[in-house]
């Protein structure tokens, strides 16, 4: 009879049983045993689920695996917590160690982690509706157990009696209309309920015996009042801003994508690009062995990520490292035992003595030009760049310097540079930019691929060269290794660079964001006003007047403009005005943000809303954690942040008309400077904007 005749198959099944009673027949009745035991845990723990349906939960239990798969999936838990995809087993000797599941003696890690794979493709399914990949947790549930809580890879291992409280503790993360959503895709991903055939051969598990395990078909380990507790627990727990759970399916799907190298995702102000790039953070350190590092340039910026990674993806904070890039760098010297020490005083005095040595007298003093801006022709553009020849510095495209530099006058500059290392030696010190130019030079000699798994750089336009070059040597190449994320229209320090320059390539690799989630459309367009002529090098290389949003989602009241006769005056308006927004439009002190050009404007909006009783937190000292309190602080420190409301003070009038004629090459780059920096702060409003000129 042909192989594939099914009077054949069964031919040679009756054969098995009648000839080898203690092979096959065996093995059949184990089976049909381990099926009446999966279906008494799989009926248990769905009991002991069932207080969660008040909450909104709902409970899809058997259904069929994606794709044809015909072991079925236990349970499935929809809800306000989340998505959990849950497999039940009946094991006993159960431990985990390190990331292992180990039963008995038997190493079953790779058993459990089939339920991860499930998640995984589960997650590619509800991407397409928008929900972010962290919301999708893969579980095991060790029945008959209580007080096991471990994770195995992606995959969280509970006991019985542990899994009602690890589900709602998670609190209420999805609206009852994106709840619906995804129900409704799972049913049509998964199917109806697959209930188990007794004597299938296809849910045999060799790693269990082939007697089963008995399971009491009886009451949950969970007494009425941890129950009642657990709910509690749920019912208190703050929800997480949207985002953090839902996003637009372009995002929710960029998230996950996997590229051969280095990526960039790019566009312009509230496309949500840092919102994808601490979702990719947490999604890396879910699926990837090691850490992964989030970094930008601003110091308190991944303090404040820090935060809102604890709240959106708490399971993986402790494999993210948040650290400014400069922390970064004194890491590596600090394990390669190198001194570097900064100093303030010293960088001060090293620069005057440098300055008085070779620049005094000379043409960098006989211009309009003032020491900053060769100060920053130093520090921006030879030390940042990582120039270390004169030979490459007399010819390098100074990128988003406008003032033209011959040759005799980039001697004089690169004499300035010499003396001014010079004199930092002489006392014994260093500065910022030598603190990753040393770590650098450390990572070129002993290269260091492997401390993270991956780095999401966030603002990379705000970054040097350098730093870049820095990074890169962290990760190199490999798959997934390297995000940078930002927009060249928000560059709002000195110079520039392109990532050829840093030899890193994003060819074929660079994702665009262009819809405006943030701004209402009145916002948005009283902003863009300033940067109507402006153009900038990104760092790819291309001369940009920005990348326009294709579409601004929201809209809105029009911003505010109002002149102040003086700063007295603009202080009372800048507190009547913040009283007024939190009163009329209901909101708390804590949606507002109070952004300043200048240091000493933010002294004087801070000491106004103090004397006038309102709460006040400076955003040097704001780690990301809700605070009812008014945010005041630098424009550069509020990059990455949003608010409600802004009021940006402390602005030039001049700002708001057309420039002079005939105004040098190095008023026109400052203006340019400060006219993004305005931009920047606007468009951190989402729903109101007020600005204060004097």
């Not at 939960?57 to 058997?62: I, M, S």
């Not at 794709?67 to 087993?89: C, K, W």
């Not at 820090?306 to 959106?312: C, T, V, W």
């Not at 990348?547 to 809105?556: E, K």
Request: charged share 20%; with cysteine.
């Amino acid at each position: 009879m042909p192989a594939g005749d099914p009077a054949a198959t069964e031919a040679r099944r009756q054969h098995a049983l009648t000839s080898a009673p203690d092979d096959a027949a065996v093995r059949v009745r184990a089976a049909a045993g381990r099926y009446a035991v999966a279906a008494s845990t799989v009926r248990r723990i769905a009991r002991t689920l069932a207080p969660l349906t008040a909450q909104g939960h709902h409970v899809l239990a058997d259904r069929a695996w994606p794709g044809g798969r015909r072991a079925p999936v236990d349970l499935v838990v929809v809800g306000p917590s989340g998505v959990f995809v849950i497999d039940t087993t009946a094991w006993t000797q159960v431990s985990v160690v390190g990331e292992r599941l180990v039963r008995g003696e038997d190493d079953v890690t790779d058993d459990v982690l089939r339920v991860a794979d499930l998640a995984y493709r589960l997650e590619g399914e509800l991407a397409e509706v928008g929900l972010a990949p962290s919301e999708v947790r893969p579980v095991v549930v060790v029945a008959g157990r209580r007080g096991l809580d471990a994770r195995v890879g992606p995959v969280r291992v509970v006991g019985e009696g542990d899994l009602l409280r690890a589900i709602a503790a998670r609190g209420r993360r999805l609206t009852p209309h994106e709840v619906e959503l995804v129900l409704a895709t799972l049913v049509g991903v998964l199917g109806p309920a697959h209930p188990p055939v007794p004597g299938s051969a296809a849910v045999a598990e060799p790693v269990l015996p082939s007697q089963p395990e008995p399971v009491d078909d009886g009451p949950s380990l969970s007494s009425p009042a941890e129950v009642q507790a657990a709910l509690l627990e749920a019912t208190l727990a703050a929800p997480v801003e949207e985002w953090m759970a839902f996003l637009h399916p372009d995002q929710a799907r960029l998230v996950r994508r996997s590229f051969s190298g280095p990526c960039r995702i790019r566009g312009p102000v509230g496309t949500g690009k840092t919102i994808v790039g601490l979702h990719r953070a947490a999604y890396l350190a879910r699926t990837r062995p090691g850490a992964v590092l989030v970094t930008a340039y601003i110091r308190t910026l991944p303090a404040v990520l820090g935060s809102l990674l604890a709240r959106m993806a708490p399971d993986v904070v402790d494999k993210v490292t948040l650290c400014g890039v400069h922390e970064v760098a004194r890491r590596v010297l600090d394990e390669r035992g190198i001194a570097c020490q900064i100093r303030v005083g010293d960088m001060h005095a090293a620069w005057t003595a440098a300055w008085a040595r070779v620049a005094a007298g000379t043409v960098l003093d006989s211009g309009p030009e003032g020491q900053s801006y060769w100060h920053d022709e130093v520090m921006q553009v030879i030390k940042g760049r990582a120039i270390l020849h004169f030979d490459d510095y007399v010819t390098l495209p100074r990128l988003g310097r406008r003032l033209p530099l011959p040759r005799s006058a980039r001697e004089v500059v690169w004499d300035l540079y010499v003396a001014y290392q010079e004199e930092l030696a002489l006392r014994d010190s260093h500065d910022y930019a030598d603190q990753i130019l040393m770590a650098l030079a450390e990572l070129e000699r002993v290269p260091a691929v492997g401390t993270y798994s991956a780095i999401v750089v966030d603002e990379v336009q705000d970054l040097s060269c350098a730093m870049v070059r820095m990074l890169h040597a962290l990760v190199g190449d490999v798959p997934d290794g390297l995000t940078l994320i930002g927009d060249g229209q928000q560059t709002v320090y000195p110079g520039g660079f392109t990532l050829a320059e840093a030899g890193v390539s994003v060819a074929g690799r660079c994702v665009l964001l262009d819809v405006n989630y943030r701004n209402t459309a009145q916002i948005l367009a009283f902003a863009s006003q300033l940067l109507h002529d402006d153009v900038h090098v990104d760092v790819e290389g291309a001369s940009s007047h920005g990348d326009p949003p294709s579409g601004v989602l929201r809209h809105g009241v029009n911003p505010v403009f109002v002149r102040c006769a003086h700063e007295d005056d603009r202080s009372t308006r800048t507190v009547r005005r913040v009283q007024d927004v939190v009163q009329r439009v209901a909101t708390g002190w804590g949606d507002v943000g109070v952004l300043c050009p200048t240091r000493r404007g933010v002294e004087l909006a801070a000491a106004a809303l103090t004397g006038a009783n309102i709460p006040v937190v400076l955003l040097d000292d704001y780690d990301g954690v809700p605070v009812d309190a008014v945010k005041v602080g630098t424009v550069k420190r509020a990059k990455g942040l949003e608010f409600k409301q802004v009021l940006l003070t402390d602005v030039e009038a001049s700002c708001f008309a057309a420039p002079p004629t005939g105004m040098d090459a190095v008023w026109l780059e400052a203006r340019e400077l400060r006219l993004r920096e305005l931009y920047v702060a606007m468009t951190r409003a989402r729903d109101g904007l007020w600005v204060a000129a004097v």
